[in-house]
């Protein structure tokens, strides 16, 4: 792509914003290269690994290597799995009967290298035996193309599978750290479906604040309406959404109620989405319930917006090619993280494409400590929280950003609070 006009590739730009449907006129997302690239990374990172497989049961590392989806109520219920040799190509096991044929008609990229896939889970008294015939469906793969001796990578388990793979004498490893290492780095594609995700989130909370929020609305009532218009203008699914108002705030729960919304109530709403071709949207905005009165930020609420804002921004700014987690985790402002030790996600950042939490977290929990390089073309959800403990009402906020060449570049684009930006 000639990018002279521009400055900057296509995809780092969020304002430049490819159509969702395809034209003979416009080269958008490139669907084969997608299947293609990711592929390729995935290869790489075995490579890298010393593997000579992966076994893959997760749904969205399914997809990333196959590019096969049938609904996301089989995407964390292992009845599905795919083995991807190192240097071959991918084999899905579908599960049997009008499934496998849908997928043999769905993907014809995949044409020949379909099979049904052997369920154990549930199966009673059968569980032993069913996860065997699974693992042998594995090692016969495995074996026609010459890996079954190699170190075999696999994402899920459970105690049957386990023990079934062990009685078939291979050398089974942890695949994780290979699979997250090729899906945190995204594709070009992948940054597309990634804005074109964000557009939708940022068109749903424009919504909200403008036509949706109003004193006696419920809770559940926004929520609902967001399902409606994402699953309107091209999400798959919409995963869960976050309203939180008033004394909800805080301390902060974390699921909408049918709690009423009252005049002057905080409101904070987190959008996590399934967007176009699986890629995630995961933000948050904080509204004020102003009534006809058109009722304002009072300075207390403005003070904590900003604490929370800029904390935010801190990090922001530190997510850039050849940092690490620990210098984007200093900027965090200490939490319940440094206080137990462990993740809140609250005043953290992770790592979002075909899953909300895609392989990379960075907490002060553990990243001043273990710091993990942060790579171009990554791509995070970023989130800082205001939770002093006496608050009536308090604050969150969070960003979608890619790591670009050039810096980073946050991919959500719906405003702020206009008094709180005024500071």
């Not at 299947?35 to 990374?41: P, Q, V």
Request: proline share 4%; hydrophobic share 40%.
């Amino acid at each position: 792509m000639d990018t002279r006009f521009i400055g900057k590739p296509h995809e780092w730009d969020p304002r430049r914003l490819y159509s969702q449907t395809g034209a003979d006129w416009q080269h958008r997302v490139d669907f084969d290269r997608l299947r293609k690239e990711r592929l390729e990374k995935l290869r790489a990172s075995m490579k890298a690994h010393d593997l000579g497989a992966l076994v893959l049961f997760a749904g969205a590392n399914i997809r990333y290597a196959t590019a096969s989806y049938q609904g996301n109520w089989k995407y964390n219920i292992n009845i599905r799995y795919a083995v991807v040799p190192h240097s071959g190509e991918p084999v899905l096991f579908e599960t049997a009967g009008s499934d496998l044929h849908c997928a043999e008609i769905d993907l014809p990229w995949m044409e020949g290298r379909i099979r049904p896939a052997i369920t154990w889970q549930w199966a009673e008294g059968a569980v032993p035996y069913m996860a065997g015939r699974m693992a042998e469906s594995v090692a016969e793969v495995l074996k026609e193309h010459g890996v079954a001796k190699e170190r075999i990578g696999i994402d899920n388990f459970d105690m049957p599978s386990l023990e079934a793979f062990q009685k078939t004498g291979l050398k089974i490893v942890n695949g994780w750290p290979a699979v997250s290492a090729a899906r945190v780095v995204k594709t070009r594609d992948e940054i597309e479906l990634l804005k074109q995700a964000s557009s939708i989130g940022d068109a749903a909370m424009w919504k909200i604040k403008y036509e949706w929020l109003k004193p006696g609305v419920r809770e559940r009532e926004i929520e609902a309406k967001v399902h409606e218009f994402m699953l309107e203008r091209g999400c798959e699914i919409i995963y869960d959404i976050i309203v939180a108002s008033g004394g909800n705030t805080s301390p902060y729960r974390r699921w909408a109620t049918d709690k009423l919304i009252r005049q002057g109530d905080l409101i904070i709403v987190d959008i996590n989405a399934v967007g176009p071709s699986g890629y995630f949207i995961d933000f948050v905005r904080c509204f004020k319930c102003g009534g006809a009165q058109g009722m304002k930020m009072t300075q207390k609420e403005i003070d904590l917006y900003r604490e929370v804002y800029d904390s935010m921004y801190a990090g922001i700014e530190k997510l850039r090619p050849g940092n690490t987690t620990a210098d984007v985790a200093a900027a965090f402002p200490k939490y319940d993280d440094d206080k137990y030790g462990t993740v809140t996600l609250q005043q953290f950042a992770h790592s979002i494409g075909l899953t909300l939490y895609e392989g990379m977290w960075m907490s002060r929990a553990y990243s001043l400590k273990y710091p993990a390089e942060i790579k171009e073309n990554m791509y995070f959800a970023i989130e800082t929280f205001a939770g002093h403990p006496g608050l009536q009402q308090t604050c969150r906020l969070e960003e979608n950003v890619l790591v670009s060449g050039k810096g980073p570049v946050v991919f959500t684009l719906m405003e702020h609070m206009e008094e709180a930006m005024r500071c």
